[in-house]
């Protein structure tokens, strides 16, 4: 189907709807929105919904050309019909947000052609905003980051029983971070050097991933699968299976730490 090449103009589109969708999700933040549960287990709060429905009226309005693709829309399939789309998660840490911490984010993003091209976090409820597009380096407030250069002495998100293990691997040891209950935050979290370094479980969702992977690829890190494979978008699949993240240059003595220990 025809559609227009991917602009440098979609940042700002991301980033104006972002911001905006922020906001919205403020007016419900810490004032006991309605939960209930898809699947009997995963949370949504009335704020995934309405940030949700304002995210695809404003992005559709702008680019009625490109697909479209969120954790709280139905998926249609005729997504992959389209080389553009938006990849969208309307509140990424709807536990965190459910429980009055701070650590959660609007993320969206246009991938093309399987890959992040603009991306955007924004995180209100701490005054942050990370942005990146295609080749250019990834900012936090308008201040260019970057990851850590080292994984000894720094911090590693996991779980409790592989972080035992993985610590022991390098001199210098490591530090477990606390747990954030968003993984794009915890991307992003990598991409700005507070964490060296984060493992990613089984069954993370294109919409928890896209726009954070552009960011920590602009940072100077990436995100890749235990082959050392990186990230392709908009598959008949939306999910991936175990994920490492940290600086390129660290990520082969992290990979390779890894092996034999069970995740």
């Not at 995180?123 to 900012?139: I, N, T, Y």
């Not at 960011?215 to 490492?244: E, M, Y």
């Given at each position: 189907?025809?559609?227009?090449e991917?602009?440098?103009?979609?940042?700002?589109?991301?980033?104006?709807?972002?911001?905006e969708?922020?906001?919205?999700?403020?007016?419900?933040?810490?004032?006991?929105?309605?939960?209930?549960?898809?699947?009997?287990?995963?949370?949504v709060?009335?704020?995934?919904?309405?940030?949700?429905?304002?995210?695809?009226?404003?992005?559709?309005?702008?680019?009625?050309?490109?697909?479209?693709?969120?954790?709280?829309?139905?998926?249609?399939?005729?997504?992959?019909?389209?080389?553009t789309?938006?990849?969208?998660?309307?509140?990424?840490?709807?536990?965190?947000?459910?429980?009055?911490?701070?650590?959660?984010?609007?993320?969206?993003?246009?991938?093309?052609?399987?890959?992040?091209?603009?991306?955007?976090?924004?995180?209100?409820?701490r005054?942050?905003?990370?942005?990146?597009?295609?080749?250019?380096a990834?900012?936090?407030?308008?201040?260019?980051?970057?990851?850590?250069?080292?994984?000894?002495?720094?911090?590693?998100?996991?779980?409790?029983?592989?972080?035992?293990?993985?610590?022991?691997?390098?001199?210098?040891?490591?530090?477990?971070?606390?747990?954030?209950?968003?993984?794009?935050?915890?991307?992003?979290?990598?991409?700005?050097?507070?964490?060296?370094?984060?493992?990613?479980?089984?069954?993370?969702?294109?919409?928890?991933?896209?726009?954070?992977?552009?960011?920590?690829?602009?940072?100077?890190?990436?995100?890749?699968?235990?082959?050392g494979?990186?990230?392709?978008?908009?598959?008949?699949?939306?999910?991936?299976?175990?994920?490492?993240?940290?600086?390129?240059?660290?990520?082969?003595?992290?990979?390779?730490?890894?092996?034999?220990i069970?995740?």
């Amino acid at each position: 189907m025809p559609e227009n090449e991917p602009g440098s103009g979609d940042l700002q589109l991301l980033r104006d709807a972002a911001q905006e969708a922020g906001n919205i999700a403020m007016r419900y933040f810490r004032k006991d929105p309605r939960v209930w549960y898809k699947n009997g287990t995963s949370p949504v709060t009335e704020a995934d919904i309405v940030v949700n429905d304002f995210l695809r009226e404003k992005l559709a309005a702008a680019r009625p050309d490109y697909g479209w693709l969120s954790e709280e829309t139905e998926d249609d399939r005729s997504r992959l019909g389209y080389r553009t789309l938006f990849v969208v998660d309307p509140i990424d840490g709807t536990r965190a947000f459910i429980d009055c911490q701070d650590v959660w984010c609007v993320s969206v993003a246009v991938v093309h052609d399987g890959q992040p091209v603009a991306g955007v976090l924004s995180c209100p409820a701490r005054g942050e905003l990370f942005a990146a597009s295609k080749g250019d380096a990834a900012v936090r407030n308008g201040v260019a980051i970057r990851v850590a250069d080292r994984l000894s002495g720094g911090k590693l998100a996991s779980s409790r029983s592989v972080f035992r293990k993985l610590s022991d691997r390098f001199v210098g040891g490591l530090e477990k971070a606390p747990h954030v209950p968003s993984l794009a935050y915890r991307l992003a979290m990598v991409a700005d050097g507070r964490l060296a370094a984060t493992l990613v479980k089984t069954d993370s969702s294109d919409w928890d991933l896209a726009a954070a992977d552009l960011i920590l690829a602009g940072a100077g890190g990436a995100i890749v699968d235990l082959d050392g494979k990186p990230l392709r978008f908009n598959r008949a699949s939306t999910t991936h299976g175990v994920l490492v993240a940290a600086s390129v240059e660290l990520l082969p003595s992290l990979r390779n730490a890894l092996i034999g220990i069970d995740l």
